[in-house]
């Protein structure tokens, strides 16, 4: 009876073993952070490894702007080596500054299909969903506009990662 049941838990052990495989769990649904009164981040599924990038873009904001006005989206290809290993070659981050909070929408790109599809569409449409409820109130531009992107294209030089901006005339 004694040899029966440590054949019963052996075979047990062995089939959840096999069944678990030691795969890594992956995400299937966005991935959203919030630090209250610094950021808001939406991570599309897989994308988790770019929380660094984001948080180093939120420390060189923080140095350069004092302000409180809004700043419109800029959008950006981002190309990091960290996330090569795991993922494809590049993702698109969009970075917007709303009533005082930093707002971070990262995804991987889609296949372009049609000669009117690009990845600033993409990226665009996707921050549009997410910023739905957080409308731009008194926009700045020119100088915040450009600190925004100076922090982004500094914490990049900083973690040897790869950004584009990318805009309407691509």
Known sequence: MFIELFLLVLLVALVVLVIR?????????PLIIQSPGRYHITLAPQLEYAQTFIEQIVGQFAKANPLQDDIPSQ?????DPEIFARLGTSYLLAVSFRGGLL????????P???????????????SE?????????????????EKLRGATETA??????????????E
């Not at 990049?156 to 805009?167: D, E, H, M, T």
């Open 21 to 29: 495989g030691g795969k890594t769990a992956t995400l299937d649904k």
């Open 75 to 79: 959008f950006f290809e981002v190309r």
């Open 103 to 110: 707002y971070f929408q990262a995804i991987i790109p889609q």
């Open 112 to 126: 372009l299909l049609r000669d009117s599809d690009s990845h600033l569409n993409q990226v665009r449409e996707y």
């Open 129 to 145: 969903a997410v910023l739905a409820l957080h409308p731009l109130v008194h926009p700045t531009g020119g100088e915040a506009t």
């Open 156 to 169: 990049a030089q900083l973690l040897r990662i790869s950004v584009k901006l990318l805009n309407d005339t």
